[in-house]
């Protein structure tokens, strides 16, 4: 198995609907993130995780709900989403606090919002 | 201003060409660094490593210069395959990495 891997690889949603992107990773680092690339945009930070616990919120609105139950998964729970939310959604993970260490990507979800 | 902040680019150039991008950082804290490729739709993809001592991996170079807070990639004999977004991202201890903006790149036949 690769080292991060995401689900589903590609999402299409209305805006009342509910669903949620999974990540996995095989490297047994223990913090995980979630970032959102919208198009010609930078990464911008959105979730940090480090030993399963939630260490940063970048001011993300609360539509956007993540959930970390080990150091080898994250999910990212999406309800009542806008069309300005469409993008792409990278995990990434890191042997701890990045900051010291490089952080791997999975290959992220490209979500639309209709 | 940004904390990290890159040429947006584009940079078109022909192959065979030398090109070199830079990355400026504001956080004089700042201690890892590292270059990352983007190739259109997809995910970032470590590069490589910046070391304070510099570092060569085949057609690629990096150097960190503390003094002026950049740090610089060399791409020697460019390939085609070689067009792509560069991320740099800088980290400090404890702290999230900052991703630049990244600069991108065209190699042209």
């Known amino acids: 198995e690769t080292g991060v891997t995401q689900t589903p690889r590609h999402l299409v949603m209305g805006m009342t609907n509910k669903k949620s992107l999974k990540c996995e990773q095989h490297?047994?680092?223990?913090?995980m993130y979630w970032y959102k690339q919208s198009a010609k945009k930078p990464l911008e930070l959105m979730f940090v995780?480090?030993?399963?616990?939630?260490?940063e919120n970048n001011s993300v609105p609360s539509r956007f709900s993540p959930e970390c139950p080990n150091s080898s998964h994250l999910f990212l729970h999406l309800h009542t989403l806008q069309p300005e939310d469409s993008a792409l959604y990278l995990c990434a993970s890191s042997q701890t606090l990045a900051g010291e260490y490089e952080q791997y990507f999975g290959p992220g979800t490209r979500l639309t919002v209709t | 201003r940004k904390e990290v902040e890159q040429d947006p680019g584009p940079f078109n150039v022909p192959e065979g060409a030398t090109v070199a991008f830079n990355c400026t950082y504001s956080n004089s804290a700042s201690q890892s660094f590292f270059w990352y490729r983007q190739d259109c739709r997809k995910e970032p993809k470590l590069l490589m490593s910046?070391?304070?001592s510099g570092n060569e991996d085949g057609r690629f170079t990096a150097q960190l210069n503390r003094a002026s807070q950049y740090i610089s990639l060399l791409i020697r004999d460019s390939k085609l395959s070689d067009s792509a977004t560069y991320l740099c991202a800088v980290g400090r201890d404890g702290q999230n990495f900052v991703f630049g903006p990244g600069t991108r790149l065209s190699v042209l036949p």
């Open positions: 490297l047994g680092h223990n913090a």
């Open positions: 995780y480090n030993f399963k616990e939630q260490t």
């Open positions: 910046v070391y304070s």
